[in-house]
């Protein structure tokens, strides 16, 4: 039988999130850097993800990344990210899938104990080592994009409530970031749901109220995740340990710890002078999986104060898929439904905007 369209793709666990990686069934994507391929999908190609990442093939969870050629000498390859409303300069979870998926296929060759591996993200280059043994990718450490706050303890005026605190930082995405205790809750699973919706609203609220345009690339711009901030700790080690939750649109919460989420709150915690440089910091998600970060170096983007984190978590390979188009399909960008698709929140969020 022919297909009108044949996709190949690596399912991937990275601590709870649920990502795929398309390994097959697109050549390439018209533009010089990963970024600028990510908005030609935006723009002229979103049927790929809509057919992914929709029902019937896909869910409101789920990401995908698709591995493309790098223009860049440096990398041995480039991936752009796909997430349920938009196309993120950088995602850590989605680096860590795609680095699993990369070395356990073979695509890129293993090394064991180490692979040391670039990658080009649509933020930038992306330096891997992977910790590898009998053939399995057992850690992978990324140094991130580097990251920076745009403010702290700034006012937001939310329907219902009133004035509340937040910061605003970029960790490869822009975030708005929230004290949960202050709004009376811990982070745990049978919150999910309230911080979804809550989330979901401050974030609504803080985009339109707190600007937010990257000062050296003003096409990322607006806050677009929210990081619900839990209290800090030393836990048995007495390394800095701290729970989270990141809100993802149009209305889901990340299942783990998040990678650019604990990048932004690192550079909250260094602004604010709660960790060194070289001090590691314990990320925890509302599953109880968990990443450490490091701030390894500071530095300037544009004018302002930066650093440059390190973030490392795991990942497991959960299925090899085929995802095909049958041209008789009378949907073949599936569908939304509102049940686990909050519509009206994929228009606040801006869609599909790579900032």
Same mark, same amino acid.
């Given at each position: 039988?022919?297909?009108?369209?044949?996709?190949?793709?690596?399912?991937?666990?990275?601590?709870?999130?649920?990502?795929?990686?398309?390994?097959?069934?697109?050549?390439?994507?018209?533009?010089?850097?990963?970024?600028?391929?990510?908005?030609?999908?935006?723009?002229?190609?979103?049927?790929?993800?809509?057919?992914?990442?929709?029902?019937?093939?896909?869910?409101?969870?789920?990401?995908?990344?698709?591995?493309?050629?790098?223009?860049?000498?440096?990398?041995? !390859?480039?991936?752009?990210?796909?997430?349920?409303?938009?196309?993120?300069?950088?995602?850590?979870?989605?680096?860590?899938?795609?680095?699993?998926?990369?070395?356990?296929?073979?695509?890129?060759?293993?090394?064991?104990?180490?692979?040391?591996?670039?990658?080009?993200?649509?933020?930038?280059?992306?330096?891997?080592?992977?910790?590898?043994? /009998?053939?399995?990718?057992?850690?992978?450490?990324?140094? /991130?994009?580097?990251?920076?706050?745009?403010?702290?303890?700034?006012?937001?005026?939310?329907?219902?409530?009133?004035?509340?605190?937040?910061?605003?930082?970029?960790?490869?995405?822009?975030?708005?970031?929230?004290?949960?205790?202050?709004?009376?809750?811990?982070?745990?699973?049978?919150?999910?749901?309230?911080?979804?919706?809550?989330?979901?609203?401050?974030?609504?609220?803080?985009?339109?109220?707190?600007? !937010?345009?990257?000062?050296? /690339?003003?096409?990322?711009?607006?806050?677009?995740?929210?990081? =619900?901030?839990?209290?800090?700790?030393?836990?048995?080690?007495?390394?800095?340990?701290?729970?989270?939750?990141?809100?993802?649109?149009?209305?889901?919460?990340?299942?783990?710890?998040?990678?650019?989420?604990?990048?932004?709150?690192?550079?909250?915690?260094?602004?604010?002078?709660?960790?060194?440089?070289?001090?590691?910091?314990?990320?925890?998600?509302?599953?109880?999986?968990?990443?450490?970060?490091?701030?390894?170096?500071?530095?300037?983007?544009?004018?302002?104060?930066?650093?440059?984190?390190?973030?490392?978590?795991?990942? =497991?390979?959960?299925?090899?898929?085929?995802?095909?188009?049958?041209?008789?399909?009378?949907?073949?960008?599936?569908?939304?439904?509102?049940?686990? =698709?909050?519509?009206?929140?994929?228009?606040?969020?801006?869609?599909?905007?790579?900032?």
């Amino acid at each position: 039988m022919r297909f009108s369209r044949m996709i190949h793709t690596v399912g991937v666990n990275a601590e709870g999130a649920h990502n795929e990686v398309i390994v097959g069934g697109v050549i390439d994507v018209p533009g010089k850097t990963m970024f600028e391929k990510a908005r030609h999908m935006e723009r002229h190609g979103d049927s790929l993800r809509q057919m992914l990442l929709h029902e019937p093939r896909g869910k409101v969870i789920q990401c995908t990344n698709l591995v493309l050629p790098s223009s860049n000498p440096e990398a041995q !390859a480039g991936y752009i990210i796909m997430e349920s409303a938009s196309y993120p300069p950088m995602s850590g979870t989605n680096t860590i899938s795609t680095v699993t998926a990369l070395l356990e296929t073979g695509m890129i060759p293993m090394t064991e104990p180490v692979t040391m591996v670039t990658l080009e993200a649509p933020g930038g280059l992306i330096r891997v080592k992977a910790d590898c043994r /009998n053939g399995k990718c057992e850690r992978v450490t990324f140094d /991130n994009v580097p990251c920076f706050v745009f403010g702290l303890d700034l006012p937001v005026d939310l329907p219902g409530i009133g004035k509340i605190k937040v910061d605003v930082a970029y960790g490869g995405m822009i975030y708005v970031l929230i004290d949960a205790e202050a709004l009376g809750f811990k982070i745990v699973p049978d919150e999910a749901r309230r911080l979804v919706d809550l989330g979901e609203e401050i974030k609504a609220a803080a985009a339109v109220q707190i600007k !937010a345009v990257h000062p050296t /690339n003003p096409e990322i711009h607006t806050i677009n995740q929210t990081l =619900w901030v839990g209290p800090m700790r030393r836990n048995e080690v007495g390394t800095l340990q701290s729970r989270n939750a990141v809100i993802v649109s149009p209305g889901r919460i990340d299942r783990s710890p998040c990678g650019t989420g604990t990048a932004a709150r690192l550079a909250v915690m260094h602004a604010r002078g709660q960790i060194k440089v070289d001090e590691e910091f314990v990320h925890e998600s509302i599953i109880d999986t968990l990443f450490t970060g490091v701030i390894r170096e500071t530095g300037t983007v544009g004018t302002v104060p930066s650093i440059r984190p390190t973030i490392a978590g795991r990942g =497991w390979i959960t299925g090899f898929h085929q995802y095909v188009l049958d041209p008789s399909d009378p949907l073949p960008t599936g569908y939304r439904l509102s049940d686990t =698709w909050p519509l009206d929140k994929m228009k606040a969020a801006g869609a599909f905007t790579v900032g």
